[in-house]
């Protein structure tokens, strides 16, 4: 998934704006954007949304932010969204593998009542949101088989410093975030798992937007989260392979897999080692997952 846009559970017409969005993803919001006086009714809004969309032959991929573990809502938000079978949930405030088994837990014992598959949900999850979630980071790896990605947030981590901002005034990530960034992206890749990106709140600043987007596919981010439909183009154009990329990887594939025993090839006088065999493969991957046939559920 290149795009992932956050809509409020609460308003059914943003949601059903968001279908038209673009976005890879839609992630149905019940935490940080419901105040606590509406979540019995973004819940139910939730419920009726997921049910009206969930069979359409295309549509996004679907996930629903649910309240945190330690916040006790999450109970009631799995009773109404299970239902109405979502591809996967979205936990906050996670800390660690033993957030993930617990989220886990829960989400079977709905399914079993639901009769869904097990496993059938997945879980991607937000993993540095508290201070205590930084030191718990490399924990993922084997936790569960529904862990389908990790994510990161700043917002919720400079309130529990107690910073008064996460980024300089150019807009850039400070040293805390930056090391929350960084602990994301190797959790993920120690677990196997695709790494997304934050979201950038100042959706009215493309130009800086764009330039965070292009950073985090340098770095190894497979997408990144939006909080405002604008935003859903630029991803999806930064995160979605160039064509010389893609003949270029190809290439690369193709090589080894002529000279199978070779631990280096060369194309067009430059040489090419294993690792660049991996990284041509998954850019291959990502590219495939690009194509329009592929905006399905679990696409």
């Not at 979201?199 to 939006?226: H, I, N, Y």
């Not at 002529?258 to 041509?280: E, K």
């Not at 998954?282 to 690009?290: I, N, P």
């Amino acid at each position: 998934m290149r795009s992932l846009l956050f809509v409020p559970a609460d308003s059914p017409k943003k949601l059903d704006k968001a279908m038209t969005s673009g976005a890879d993803a839609l992630i149905v919001d019940l935490e940080d954007s419901v105040a606590h006086s509406g979540k019995a009714r973004a819940r139910q809004s939730a419920a009726a949304f997921l049910k009206e969309v969930g069979g359409a032959k295309t549509r996004p991929y679907l996930l629903v932010r649910v309240n945190s573990l330690k916040t006790g809502l999450i109970d009631a938000d799995l009773d109404a969204i299970v239902p109405g079978n979502p591809d996967a949930i979205m936990l906050p405030k996670a800390e660690g593998g033993a957030s993930v088994v617990h989220a886990d837990a829960k989400l079977a014992a709905r399914e079993a009542t639901n009769g869904l598959p097990d496993g059938h949900i997945k879980i991607a999850a937000i993993a540095t949101e508290t201070a205590a979630a930084l030191f718990l980071a490399g924990t993922y790896a084997g936790a569960s088989k529904r862990l389908s990605a990790l994510t990161w947030g700043a917002e919720d981590l400079s309130a529990e410093l107690g910073a008064e901002s996460n980024r300089d005034t150019e807009g850039v990530l400070l040293d805390p975030y930056r090391l929350a960034r960084a602990l994301c992206l190797t959790a993920a890749a120690a677990a196997g798992v695709p790494a997304i990106d934050t979201v950038f709140v100042d959706f009215s600043d493309t130009e800086a937007f764009r330039r965070e987007c292009g950073a985090a596919r340098r770095d190894g981010f497979s997408g990144k989260m939006a909080i405002h439909p604008v935003q859903v183009p630029i991803i999806n154009a930064i995160f979605t392979p160039a064509p010389d990329a893609v003949r270029q990887a190809q290439a690369i594939v193709d090589a080894f897999a002529a000279s199978p025993d070779a631990g280096v090839v060369g194309i067009g006088g430059l040489m090419y080692d294993r690792p660049h065999l991996v990284r041509a493969k998954r850019l291959l991957e990502r590219a495939a997952m690009t194509k329009p046939d592929r905006r399905r559920r679990g696409g």
